[in-house]
């Protein structure tokens, strides 16, 4: 395997295309858990926990069942099943063992069911990491580091964005902007400073 499509892969999916500030996907869990760092954080390592265990498994399925049968056309509700049973997996250990955590996520920890970026990854994953119904050389790993660290990049823009609207509770902005408004005009900007990275070529 070569080393070289991992570095592409780790520097590709947690800066240029960044699947929150690039891909503009998952935007309602970003907005909605990113308050505080805390709450923040644990919802990226909750998300990069599912992104990983379901590039796993959507790589067995979609190799294995949906190709060699011929029914490709349910990879997308396949892939939502498996997303949805890890989230609930997810949800039943946070809700055991950290239910402090379990209540500062509110909704948005089920949403991880309907989080767009969980599932961009696993079908960019069947996009990429396969060519007429075949895996490419080392396609497993690729998918699973892809799945990772697509997590981390969630990770690290739910951390910059807490931390940076942690410090806005301390000015007092117009009205018309407080809350959502500032959120999103601080994701552009955020989403802006992440467009330099697109000049990287690989």
Not at 81 to 92: G, P, R, T
Request: aromatic fraction near 14%; glycine fraction near 8%.
């Amino acid at each position: 395997m070569d080393a070289g499509k991992f570095i592409a892969i780790i520097i590709s999916t947690v800066f240029i295309n960044n699947f929150i500030l690039s891909q503009f996907l998952g935007l309602c869990s970003f907005i909605g858990v990113s308050k505080e760092t805390k709450p923040a954080v644990s919802m990226g390592l909750a998300v990069t926990f599912v992104t990983t265990m379901s590039s796993l498994i959507t790589w067995l399925v979609y190799r294995w069942l949906l190709f060699p049968f011929g029914i490709t056309y349910l990879r997308t509700i396949s892939f939502i099943l498996i997303i949805a049973s890890f989230v609930q997996l997810v949800e039943m250990v946070i809700r055991k063992l950290f239910p402090h955590l379990y209540r500062a996520f509110g909704i948005y920890l089920p949403l991880i069911t309907v989080n767009c970026a969980v599932l961009g990854v696993a079908v960019l994953n069947s996009q990429d990491f396969f060519v007429n119904g075949q895996p490419v050389a080392g396609s497993f790993w690729l998918s699973l580091a892809q799945g990772f660290f697509a997590g981390i990049g969630y990770l690290l823009a739910m951390l910059l964005m807490s931390g940076i609207r942690e410090r806005l509770e301390l000015i007092d902005p117009p009205k018309s902007l407080s809350g959502v408004p500032l959120a999103f005009i601080i994701a552009s900007l955020m989403s802006l400073a992440f467009m330099g990275f697109s000049g990287f070529k690989f």
